[in-house]
C-alpha cells in the first residue's frame, strides 16, 4: 500500500512538471525530428540528384557517348543548359575524341557550385570516371576493329556496358556495432536521440528527491520507519515506466511520424524481443544512473547541473551528437567509454546490421552491469543519505 | 482546556545522552522524563540547548547513544516539523491521501480522521488546490493536518505556528488542546510563549543538554504571584534600601522584580516611595508574571 501511494506520488508529481516533461518527451522528439531531417541529405542511401551541365566544345560522336554512358551513370540527374549557377559543370576538352586513345591522361574538367556536398561531389566524380572509361573502351574497340563502328551509338554502348558490367558480391561483417557510417538519417537520428532523452530521467528522478528532502517530507517518512527500499524503489519504478514509454514512442515517431514530413521512415528489422531487451537495459542503465545522482547531489539545482552536465559529455563521447563513422580513431575508442556509445552500437546492430537477441547481448550485458554497479552504489548511498536526514529547525 | 488525569505514561525517558561525533561537549544528558497521556509538555530552551536532539532521538531521527527510551506499547508518533513537509505540486486532498495511505488508514477510520483533520484545520474549501498555491497560513495548517491526520500516542511540534495568522494560531492551538483532552501526549516547541502558556501543563527547560527545569506550569506561574514591577529603565536610587528597612524578600525579573507577600503598610510605603520618583514605573501590578518573564530569569536571559 505504501509502495503503491509512494508510486502515485512521483508520477502526480512528474506530470505536473512541464519542465520534466519537456525534457524527456518534447527535447528528444525535436533533436531527432531536426537532426533526421539536417542529416537525411548528407546520410541518405541513395545520392541526391544532380543539376548536369555538359560542356561540350567540339561535337563528336565520343562526346555523345560520354553524355550517354554519363546519364546512364545519373540515372536521376537532370542535364541543364548553360549558366544555371546551381549546376555542376563537366568540360570536355576540345580535343576530346583525338586524346582518348593518345593520353590516358586527359579527361575532362568538373566545375561545382559551392552548396553541393561532399557525397555528391563523390557521386559526380565517380559517375564522370566509368562515362570516361567506358567511352575510352568503345574507342579503343572501335579502333582495334572488334567493335562494328557502324551499329548505332547506343546499341554500340549498350555491348561496351556489357563487358565492363561485373557482378559484386556484397556481404556485411559484422565485426562491431558501429555501423553509424551505413546508417540513415533516420537510423541514426532516432535511436541517438531516443537514447539521450532517456538518460534524462535521471535529472528529475534526482531533483523530485532533493526537493523532498528539502521540504521535510523525508523526514516524517523517517520518524514513520518507512523502508528504505520501499522509498528508493518508489523513485526508479515510475521512471522506469517512464523509460519504456520513451522508448516505444520515439521510436513510433521515427516509423510512423518521419515519412509523415518527408523524411525517410525508419523500419525495425529482426526480432521484437531483441528491442525489448535492448529497452530493459537501458532502462535499468538510466535509473541506476538517476539513482547515484540522486545520492549524491545536494539540491536540485545541483542535480540539474551534474545531470545534465554528465549527460551531454556521455552524447558527445557516445556518438548521439557526432557520428562515431566521422570520428577520429582515437575518439572512436574513447567512445566505448560512454553507455551511450553501447546502447547506440547496439540500435545499430538491429537497425542496419539485421542483429538478432544474441548480436546485441554484449551491449545490453554493459548497459545491465552499469545498471547494477551504479544502482547498488546509489542505493548505498541513497540509505545513508536518508539516515542522515536530520531535523531542521530554524 | 483543562487536563484529564490519564494515569498511565505515555512514554518514558531514563538517563539519554547524545554527542554528535566531533562535538567537545554531549548535546544532551542525563535526561530523564516520564511524559503522561494527556499531558503536553512544553519544551523551551536557548539554541544549542538541545531540544533538536531530543525531538530527533524521539522521532527515531538520530540513534540512540546512550540511556533508554520506553514507549506504551510501539513508538507511535504524529508529527508536526517546522518545516513545510509535503509535497507543494499535489493538491491538498491528494497530500492528505497520500499520508493517509502512508499511515496505513483505510476504511471508516480513514475517512473518520481525515474529515476531522480537515475540518480542525478548517481546510474544507481548499482540499482542490495545489498546496504551492496556498497562502503561507494555509500551508501551515495543511502541515498540522497532515501530523494530526496520523493515529499516534504522543505527537511532536516543532515551531509548528511560524508565519500564521492570529485566527488560524487560534485554531491550531485548540487543536493541540483537542489532542491532549482526548488522553494523546504532546510534546510543544515553539519561540512564542505565549502559546506555550496556554497549551502545556507541563515546562521542561533545557540548558546545555541538561533539564534545568521541569515544572508543572501552573505551579510554576501560579507560585509566581505576587506585585510586579517594571521600570521604565533602571531601578529608582534608594528602591532598594526601602526593600531592606520594610523586611521585604524581592526576586529580579527582566528589567524589574517581584515582591512575593506584602502587607498593606509595606505597599503604601512603596506605592508613595514611587510617586515621588520623575520617572513612574512601567509596570505595577499585582499577579504573576508571564512565561517569558520566568523563561527569561530561570534562562540566565537566553531567548
Redesign the interface.
Given at each position: 500500500?505504501?509502495l503503491?501511494?509512494?508510486v502515485?506520488?512521483e508520477i502526480?508529481?512528474l506530470l505536473?512538471?512541464p519542465h520534466a516533461l519537456a525534457v524527456l518527451f518534447i527535447m528528444p522528439t525535436l533533436f531527432l525530428v531536426l537532426m533526421a531531417g539536417a542529416m537525411s541529405n548528407y546520410l541518405q542511401d541513395k545520392p541526391p540528384a544532380l543539376r548536369l551541365e555538359l560542356q561540350v566544345p567540339q561535337a563528336s560522336s565520343y562526346s555523345e557517348a560520354f553524355r550517354a554512358a554519363l546519364q546512364v551513370q545519373l540515372p536521376n540527374s537532370e542535364m541543364v543548359a548553360a549558366g544555371d549557377p546551381r549546376s555542376s559543370r563537366v568540360s570536355l576538352p576540345a580535343d576530346f575524341a583525338e586524346s582518348l586513345l593518345n593520353d590516358n591522361a586527359a579527361g575532362p574538367a568538373l566545375g561545382f557550385p559551392p552548396q553541393l556536398d561532399k557525397l555528391s561531389r563523390e557521386h559526380l566524380r565517380g559517375a564522370v570516371r566509368v562515362a570516361l572509361a567506358q567511352t575510352r573502351l568503345l574507342a579503343f574497340l572501335e579502333d582495334s576493329g572488334d567493335l562494328d563502328a557502324g551499329l548505332p551509338l547506343a546499341e554500340r554502348l549498350a555491348l561496351v556496358q556489357q563487358r565492363t558490367a561485373s557482378r559484386i558480391e556484397e556481404r556485411e561483417l559484422l565485426a562491431s556495432g558501429d555501423l553509424s557510417g551505413r546508417a540513415n538519417a533516420s537510423q541514426l537520428s532516432v535511436p541517438a536521440w531516443l537514447i539521450f532523452g532517456m538518460f534524462f530521467v535521471a535529472l528529475p528522478m534526482a531533483g523530485g528527491f532533493q526537493r523532498?528532502q528539502?521540504?521535510?517530507?523525508l523526514?516524517?517518512?523517517?520518524?514513520?520507519?518507512?523502508n528504505l527500499g520501499a522509498l528508493a524503489l518508489s523513485k526508479v519504478l515510475p521512471y522506469l515506466l517512464i523509460n519504456l514509454l520513451q522508448f516505444a514512442l520515439l521510436l513510433a515517431i521515427g516509423v510512423h511520424g518521419l515519412p509523415l514530413i518527408g523524411l525517410q521512415g525508419l523500419s525495425l528489422p529482426g526480432s521484437p524481443g531483441a528491442y525489448v531487451l535492448l529497452a530493459i537495459s537501458l532502462t535499468c542503465a538510466t535509473c541506476g544512473l538517476g539513482l547515484l545522482l540522486a545520492a549524491l547531489a545536494r539540491s536540485a539545482e545541483q542535480a540539474l547541473l551534474l545531470g545534465g552536465g554528465i549527460n551531454i559529455i556521455l552524447a558527445a563521447l557516445g556518438g548521439i551528437m557526432v557520428p562515431k563513422s566521422v570520428m577520429p580513431a582515437a575518439m572512436g575508442q574513447l567512445a566505448e567509454i560512454s553507455p551511450m556509445s553501447w546502447a547506440l552500437d547496439a540500435f545499430l546492430t538491429l537497425l542496419v546490421g539485421q542483429g538478432s537477441p544474441a548480436d546485441i547481448a554484449p551491449y545490453c550485458f554493459r548497459l545491465l552491469l552499469m545498471a547494477a554497479l551504479f544502482g547498488a552504489g546509489g542505493w548505498l548511498l541513497f540509505r545513508r543519505r536518508v539516515q542522515q536526514?536530520?531535523?531542521?529547525?530554524? | 482546556m483543562a487536563s484529564s488525569c490519564w494515569c498511565w505514561s505515555v512514554l518514558e525517558l531514563h538517563n539519554i545522552g547524545h554527542r554528535y561525533p566531533g562535538a567537545d561537549t554531549p548535546a544532551l544528558q542525563g535526561i530523564d522524563l516520564q511524559l503522561q497521556a494527556g499531558q503536553c509538555l512544553g519544551l523551551l530552551g536557548s539554541n544549542g540547548a538541545g531540544k533538536t536532539t531530543l525531538l530527533s532521538l524521539l522521532a527515531g531521527v538520530l540513534p540512540l547513544q546512550q540511556g533508554e527510551i520506553r514507549w506504551d506499547g510501539e513508538r507511535s508518533l504524529g508529527l508536526v516539523p517546522q518545516q513545510l513537509a509535503f509535497y507543494a505540486e499535489l493538491k491538498v486532498r491528494e497530500n492528505l491521501e497520500l499520508f493517509a495511505d502512508l499511515y496505513h488508514l483505510r476504511g471508516a477510520e480513514r475517512a473518520r480522521r481525515l474529515e476531522l483533520c480537515i475540518a480542525s484545520t478548517r481546510l474544507e474549501d481548499k482540499l482542490a488546490r495545489r498546496a504551492a498555491r496556498l497562502s503561507g497560513g494555509e500551508q501551515r495548517r495543511l502541515n498540522f493536518a497532515i501530523g494530526l491526520l496520523q493515529p499516534a500516542r504522543l505527537y511532536l511540534f516543532d515551531e509548528a505556528t511560524v508565519g500564521v495568522d492570529a485566527a488560524s494560531r487560534q485554531l491550531l492551538l485548540a487543536a493541540v488542546e483537542h489532542l491532549t483532552a482526548e488522553g494523546h501526549g504532546v510534546i510543544y516547541t515553539s519561540h512564542y510563549l505565549d502559546e506555550i502558556e496556554r497549551v502545556a501543563q507541563r515546562i521542561l527547560l533545557l540548558h546545555e543538554g541538561r533539564v534545568r527545569l521541569d515544572l508543572d506550569s501552573r505551579q510554576l506561574l501560579d507560585d509566581g504571584h505576587g506585585l510586579l514591577l517594571e521600570w521604565q529603565s533602571e531601578e529608582p536610587a534608594g528602591f532598594g534600601e526601602l526593600l531592606t528597612r520594610l523586611h521585604l524578600h524581592s526576586e529580579a525579573l527582566p528589567n524589574g522584580l517581584r515582591i512575593p507577600s506584602l502587607d498593606g503598610p509595606q505597599l503604601l510605603e512603596i506605592t508613595r516611595f514611587l510617586a515621588e520618583r520623575p520617572e513612574l514605573p512601567r509596570l505595577l501590578r499585582f499577579g504573576r508574571p508571564s512565561l517569558e518573564q520566568l523563561y527569561l530569569r530561570l534562562n540566565g536571559g537566553r531567548l
Open positions: 500500500m505504501r503503491r501511494a509512494l502515485r506520488k502526480l508529481l505536473r512538471d523532498e528539502q521540504s521535510g517530507a523526514l516524517r517518512f523517517r520518524a514513520l520507519g518507512l536526514t536530520q531535523w531542521t529547525t530554524y | -
